[in-house]
């Protein structure tokens, strides 16, 4: 889910950085700071939205550079556990699909692209035995986040489904209203 979140944080502007009006060097270093920071609290920052307040800076003895209370708002994307996302195919393998979210890819194992037997082939396709489905890169796709790991901070983990009602390739979703009508 994507969330605004406040921040107060303690940011430090290098001497290099004097010749700038404050609030302009404060913000440039926010936004290095916290450019594609991940974190199992915050989730992963997408964006610097504002500086809210920037308090009185203070030089620590030794350091030379002025640090600044500041307060400021992040956007974040911070995946939670049955969250049903959209996303877009990014690459298949024999093991299952890996799908992008924006800020994050998931992986969907083979076992749960469909209710269905499915078999890869060379061409980077999942195909179902009994249902002609055929999952392929590019397509877009609606799942469910079933695991979320941050365990290796740098590389968060996140597993999905598709096997539930209402998840899937978005042209699969379309198939009973299709029926229905026809029918």
Same mark, same amino acid.
């Given at each position: 889910?994507?969330?605004?979140?406040?921040?107060?944080?303690?940011?430090?502007?290098?001497? =290099?950085?004097?010749?700038? /009006?404050?609030?302009?060097?404060?913000?440039?270093?926010?936004?290095?700071?916290?450019?594609?920071?991940?974190?199992?609290?915050?989730?992963?920052?997408?964006?610097?939205?504002?500086?809210?307040?920037?308090?009185?800076?203070?030089?620590?003895?030794?350091?030379?550079?002025?640090?600044?209370?500041?307060?400021?708002? *992040?956007?974040?994307?911070? /995946?939670?556990?049955?969250?049903?996302?959209?996303?877009?195919?990014?690459?298949?393998? =024999?093991?299952?699909?890996?799908?992008?979210?924006? /800020?994050?890819?998931?992986?969907?194992?083979?076992?749960?692209?469909?209710?269905?037997?499915?078999?890869?082939?060379?061409?980077?396709?999942?195909?179902?035995?009994?249902?002609?489905?055929?999952?392929?890169?590019? =397509?877009?796709?609606?799942?469910? +986040? +079933?695991?979320?790991?941050?365990? =290796?901070?740098?590389?968060?983990?996140?597993?999905?489904?598709?096997?539930?009602?209402?998840?899937?390739? *978005?042209?699969?979703?379309?198939?009973?209203?299709?029926?229905?009508?026809?029918?």
């Amino acid at each position: 889910m994507f969330y605004k979140t406040e921040v107060t944080d303690h940011i430090r502007v290098p001497p =290099d950085m004097f010749n700038l /009006p404050v609030e302009e060097a404060v913000v440039k270093r926010v936004k290095k700071k916290y450019d594609g920071y991940i974190s199992k609290d915050l989730g992963i920052v997408i964006d610097v939205a504002e500086v809210a307040e920037i308090g009185e800076g203070i030089i620590i003895p030794g350091d030379g550079a002025p640090y600044y209370a500041c307060r400021f708002n *992040l956007l974040t994307f911070k /995946p939670e556990m049955h969250e049903v996302v959209l996303g877009r195919i990014k690459d298949i393998a =024999d093991f299952g699909a890996f799908i992008n979210l924006g /800020p994050i890819d998931g992986m969907i194992h083979v076992s749960q692209t469909m209710d269905d037997f499915v078999s890869f082939s060379k061409e980077k396709t999942l195909t179902g035995k009994d249902s002609k489905r055929v999952l392929k890169v590019g =397509d877009n796709c609606r799942a469910r +986040i +079933i695991a979320v790991s941050f365990k =290796d901070i740098q590389n968060p983990k996140l597993g999905l489904t598709m096997r539930q009602a209402g998840l899937g390739k *978005l042209e699969w979703l379309e198939e009973p209203a299709k029926e229905a009508k026809n029918g």
